[in-house]
């Protein structure tokens, strides 16, 4: 199982980016009795047959040469089991894939749900061509920023300075959510 919720979030993304998404949405909501996540990409989704061996922890894509196994999709359940939670995944080829996850923040088995603002400036500043809207609701206050935004505004996001000023930016809006 993952340390985190943001290390389960954090593979989740890294496979949308996997898939060659051009545009990815993740969505988190906290409330009191929920933490609700959407991650949305329009990448190369799976066929029916695909997305159930996906969930098999001892199937590859073969994406990663020396790996032989896939985790994501089957800590993502584990977690789900262990905390009496929810999750689909919703596919089709060539379309893209949408993963929501829904968990108790007070189950005594859920994860911590760990540092979001590390989270989203790593997925921010990772290489690849496409779009990374991140959306954080907490109760009734929320905000969204978007990679393409933040690179038209600060320029190189691996950029020293700019990851600065990134990961700052994220904090002020996460604490604006307390």
Known sequence: MHASVCDLITDLVQNAIEAHAE???LNVEETEKNIKVVIQDNGKGM??????????????DGKHR???VGLG???????????????????????????????????????MFGNFVSTAVSLMTYEFD??????HSRNSRSYSVSKNDLTDALGNLNNLENMVLLKQFIQSNEEELR
């Open 23 to 25: 545009e990815i949405m």
């Open 47 to 60: 066929s029916a047959e695909t997305l159930e061996k996906a969930k098999n922890p001892f199937w590859s």
């Open 66 to 68: 020396h790996r032989k």
């Open 73 to 111: 999709l089957p800590f993502l359940f584990q977690t789900v089991d262990m905390t009496d939670g929810s999750a689909e995944i919703q596919s089709e080829e060539g379309v893209g894939t949408t993963v929501t996850f829904n968990l108790d923040p007070q189950h005594v088995d859920l994860p």
């Open 130 to 135: 496409g779009n990374l809207t991140v959306q």
